[in-house]
C-alpha cells in the first residue's frame, strides 16, 4: 500500500471507534431518512389541508425521529472516515499482538451495531483487545474502548462500533495492522486474521 487512499481503502475500522458501518447498514440509514422526509411532506399537507396547526406538532416528531436516526449514524461514519484517512497518511503496515482482556463492563458495549449484532452471544461477550506493538525498540501497549482526549473525540464519535464482532475478529494472536507513528493510533485491515503463536508476544 503505497498511497493514502490504498490504505484508507484496506481498513476495516480502527481500535479507538470500532469497525466502519456496513454498506447495507449505511444504505439502510438512507432509506429512514428519505422515508422519514417523504412522511413530513405528506403530515405537512395533512395539516394545512385539515387547518389544525396543533396536528402538525404531533406529527412532525415521527418523522423528526428517521431523519434525526439515519442522520447520525451517516453523520458519524464520515466523521470515522475523516479520522480514518489522516492517521492513513504516515500509517505503516506492522505486526501486532493482540489478546482478548476479560472486561465485565464491555458486555453489550456493541454501540451502533444491528439488532444481530447485539443479539448474537459470540459479540456479546466481556472482553476487550489488549493491542501490543513494538515500533523503534520501544513497546506500546493499547486497549478498546479506551477513551482518551483526542480532537476528533466528539458526539458523533462517542463509543465503538461493533466492539463485540472487533473482538471476536481480531483478537488472539498475530495480526498484521496499519500503525501511525505521528497520531500513535492503530487500524485494523480488512481480511486480516490472527494467526495462534505462542511465541507471539512482542519482544
Given at each position: 500500500m503505497s498511497n493514502t487512499e490504498e490504505k484508507y481503502k484496506e481498513i476495516a475500522g480502527t481500535l479507538d471507534y470500532g469497525l466502519?458501518?456496513?454498506?447495507?447498514?449505511?444504505?439502510?440509514?438512507?432509506?429512514?431518512?428519505?422515508?422519514?422526509?417523504?412522511?413530513?411532506?405528506?403530515?405537512?399537507?395533512?395539516?394545512?389541508?385539515?387547518?389544525?396547526?396543533?396536528?402538525?406538532?404531533?406529527?412532525?416528531?415521527?418523522?423528526?425521529?428517521?431523519?434525526?436516526?439515519?442522520?447520525?449514524?451517516?453523520?458519524?461514519?464520515?466523521?470515522?472516515?475523516?479520522?480514518?484517512?489522516?492517521?492513513?497518511?504516515?500509517?505503516?503496515?506492522?505486526?501486532?499482538?493482540?489478546?482478548?482482556?476479560?472486561?465485565?463492563s464491555a458486555q453489550m458495549r456493541t454501540y451502533n451495531g444491528a439488532a444481530i449484532i447485539l443479539l448474537n452471544p459470540k459479540y456479546?461477550?466481556?472482553?476487550?483487545?489488549?493491542?501490543?506493538?513494538?515500533?523503534?525498540?520501544?513497546?506500546?501497549?493499547?486497549?478498546?474502548?479506551?477513551?482518551?482526549?483526542?480532537?476528533?473525540?466528539?458526539?458523533?464519535?462517542?463509543?465503538?462500533?461493533?466492539?463485540?464482532?472487533?473482538?471476536?475478529?481480531?483478537?488472539?494472536?498475530?495480526?498484521?495492522?496499519?500503525?501511525?507513528?505521528?497520531?500513535?493510533?492503530?487500524?485494523?485491515?480488512?481480511?486480516?486474521?490472527?494467526?495462534?503463536?505462542?511465541?507471539?508476544?512482542?519482544?
Amino acid at each position: 500500500m503505497s498511497n493514502t487512499e490504498e490504505k484508507y481503502k484496506e481498513i476495516a475500522g480502527t481500535l479507538d471507534y470500532g469497525l466502519r458501518n456496513p454498506k447495507a447498514f449505511l444504505r439502510f440509514m438512507w432509506v429512514l431518512i428519505g422515508f422519514g422526509c417523504f412522511c413530513f411532506i405528506i403530515f405537512v399537507v395533512a395539516t394545512i389541508v385539515a387547518r389544525e396547526p396543533l396536528l402538525l406538532l404531533a406529527v412532525i416528531l415521527s418523522p423528526l425521529f428517521f431523519v434525526g436516526f439515519g442522520g447520525y449514524f451517516i453523520i458519524r461514519e464520515h466523521k470515522h472516515n475523516d479520522v480514518i484517512r489522516l492517521w492513513c497518511e504516515d500509517a505503516i503496515e506492522h505486526v501486532a499482538f493482540i489478546e482478548k482482556v476479560y472486561c465485565e463492563s464491555a458486555q453489550m458495549r456493541t454501540y451502533n451495531g444491528a439488532a444481530i449484532i447485539l443479539l448474537n452471544p459470540k459479540y456479546n461477550q466481556p472482553y476487550i483487545l489488549k493491542v501490543k506493538i513494538k515500533y523503534k525498540d520501544e513497546k506500546h501497549t493499547y486497549f478498546s474502548m479506551q477513551k482518551q482526549k483526542s480532537p476528533f473525540d466528539s458526539f458523533f464519535l462517542k463509543g465503538c462500533s461493533y466492539h463485540g464482532k472487533m473482538v471476536a475478529d481480531y483478537g488472539g494472536g498475530k495480526v498484521k495492522i496499519l500503525y501511525s507513528p505521528k497520531y500513535d493510533k492503530v487500524m485494523f485491515l480488512k481480511g486480516e486474521k490472527p494467526k495462534i503463536d505462542e511465541t507471539a508476544e512482542i519482544e
